[in-house]
Structure formats: structure tokens, C-alpha cells
């Protein structure tokens, strides 16, 4: 059994936990106040350790709905040059092997692995000239300074990153707007008229639909 199951019949505890873990700066208090429940009760259940571990398995769940978004945000980094978006892909991925051992051997290394028998320093000469060494043009460098172009290519990921989460984060506001006007209409209850509304609008207009949905049931 999961560590959330053991609270699905509990949906305070249920409500607590989602909040905990998708809202990492939430306080004791103030889901005790969005639960209507003593604060002192949600510190007793942060000391439960069941508890603890069915908020950091909600994390984790959400974390990883969120990995492809986030992946899909550095491709596209990546596809536009950014070395350090690529990097991050790649080692995601597994395809990045971080360690590469490369051995190049000097003219006078491959003389002396080199299966001849010397009798004379003429032999020395006739094996060197026999020795292929071939001139490595290496490509043009840009003159740029690559710790700034790193730094720059970190904070492109970052911003992506960014961007991405707060685009997930809205649509999820949507999401949860729209839930809430449904539950409105079933329950009876007029929309807000403001499309901005306060968060004390906002709150007593949840609470009135809590409310309604309420009657409807008894």
C-alpha cells in the first residue's frame, strides 16, 4: 500500500498533503486556516511519519509529471546551440558518457611500440620516416570566453525551466477556476461578476458553494 492510500479515507489528511507538497513555503497555519481545523492538529500530523512520507510520495508524483515539460524545454534549448541544455539532455537520457580516456601517442611512442629489430642508427631513421604522422588541423576557434558563454547557456536554462513551470502553474489555475465554476452551476450559485476578483472575493464565494453543496446533500 502506498503511503497516501493509508489516508484516503481521511481527505483532511488527503487535503493537507497536497498542500504541503505542491506548496513547499506553506505554513502550518495557513492550512489550518484553509481547513478550518486547528493548526495544532496539522503540527500533529506533520510529526507523523506516515504522514511525512505520503507528502514527499505526493511530491514526487507531481515532480514527475512535470519531467516532461521540462525535458521538452531543454530540447528546444539545446536545438538553438545551448551546449549546457544538450549536456542536461544527454545525461538524462544516459547517452552522455562523462569520462573519456583518449590516448595519443607521439611519433617517438609509436617508434618505440613500433615490432622492429634496430641494428644501427640508420634502422632508427628508416622506422621514423616510416612512422605516419599526420598534421590534426583543428576547427577555427570563436573568440568568445566560454566561462561567460557557459554562464549565459545556465541561465538560458534556467529562464526555460522557469518559463515552462510558471506555464504549467497557470494552466493549472485554469484548470482549478474552472472546477470551481462548474461546482457553481450544479450547486446553484451565481459567478463572480468581477473577472479579477479579491482573494477575499474569491474565498467567500468558494465558501458559499462549500456551503450550498452542503444543503444539497443533507
Known sequence: ???IAKFKRNPMKLAAIDMFALQPLVTAKEVAK?????????HAWRKDPNFIDACYERYMIEFGSLLPSVLNSMIREAQAGNVQAGRLVL????????N?????????????KADVEIESDADVLDVMDAVDVEDI??????????????????????NAI?????????NEKQKEWYRWRKRAEKAGIKPLKNRR?????RKDWQNEIIKAESSQTN
Open 137 to 158: 588541423k583543428l576547427p577555427d576557434r570563436k573568440e568568445e570566453n566560454q566561462n561567460l558563454r557557459t554562464k549565459k547557456e545556465k541561465k538560458a536554462c534556467k
Open 197 to 201: 476578483p479579491t482573494p477575499a472575493q
Open 91 to 98: 545525461e538524462h537520457s544516459g547517452k552522455l558518457v562523462k
Open 100 to 112: 573519456i580516456n583518449v590516448t595519443v601517442d607521439s611519433p617517438f611512442e609509436k617508434f618505440l
Open 34 to 42: 484553509k481547513l478550518n481545523i486547528s493548526h495544532h492538529t496539522v
Open 162 to 170: 522557469k518559463t515552462e513551470k510558471e506555464r504549467l502553474e497557470y
Open 1 to 3: 500500500m502506498s503511503d
